[in-house]
């Protein structure tokens, strides 16, 4: 005899609305736990069938629906994961939502959904290839304008205006074009796109995503990781903890990390103040410490707060240590005045993540390199931890 639970999940495909959506409210608890995997499972996966069509059913059913994809997904069940992401018709589906229908109640749902999907490799790596229509300009009341960051805000305007979304066929620069353009509810005022983060880091873990966030497209003439690196001190922790792993990925790149840290001005991404300011607090630095700063992080405002996630500022580490392999990023980051940074962020944040990487990093750029006596112009320093583990400077 079925369970109250097999009849609940049963009316799911419900010819009658209101019972289809009474079905997927309280279904909603049961898809956060591995406990009742197997009811989802059940009958050859139906469940799993009536959840791909109660996505585009009337608005709160559809938005059940998604979180309880969100939550079966992203629970680690490889088979339910790839039930879905090796569903080319579905993810198109998601794909519409998040960036055809600007309007769309659900495109954050859809954008999470689709961040746990590219978890399987398979649908990450046809991602990267992937192209599909290019998406029709939609009539908005906003003005789209680029600040001096390079972060695209929005102006509300009287009248509807026309707005092309993307002018390219492939999906990443469709994808990328809606993050950039729809932050801050730009495009979507329910909708902020910032999960889309998260697979962009998750694509940056292969050689193909990293060479793409890292060429010049040519139908904008934009470098998509130029896009993204404004986004390092963005109000969401979603956002900013995305970017700071595909940043990270970015870098191991080892050939390309003269051009990641040479400036805006000279023709390179100038990512070292976007990974140094969430760093950094309201510190005043002077005498040798500021000779040949970066001029971003100089008198900065007494409100300046540094970046309040301890994961965030780890991975930012990681990303400076990267930026070490290399001798010539050794060089750049010392004659920035990486160090007295770290110094202060060591200082003041005591998690031990954040203690390791700044200690690592400081033995890295405090070492004499071969050939070299003293280091910087005869001033010799070198790293030692005390018995308080604090980073000391030794003349």
Known sequence: MPTEL??????LHHGNTQIRSVATQHLVPYSTSHDHTSLWKRQQNEPLKDLKLLIRDYTQIATDSLTILVNLTGAGDTEILEYYSRDDAFVEVLLKKVIDDIGEVNADLCCALLANLVKDDVLARRLLMA???VPPSKQVRVKLKTTSRGEVEAEKVDSPVSVQISGSSRVLDQLMDVFVKGANRSLNPK?????LAYVFADLSKFAEGRGYLLERQGYDGVVPITKLVVFTEHGSLT???GIASTIKNCCFEVERHEYLMRSEEEGGVGLLPYVLLPLAGNEEFDGEDSEGMLAELMLLPPDKEREVDDDVVATHLETLMLLTAGREGRDVLRAVKVYPVVRELHLRREAEGIQEGCVRLVNVLMRDEEGQEGGE???VKKLAEDEDHKIEEVF
């Open 239 to 241: 956002r900013r903890k």
């Open 6 to 11: 097999e009849e609940l999940i049963e009316f």
């Open 131 to 133: 192209e599909r229509a």
């Open 191 to 195: 909708a902020d796109y910032d999960y």
């Open 377 to 379: 112009g005869g001033r």
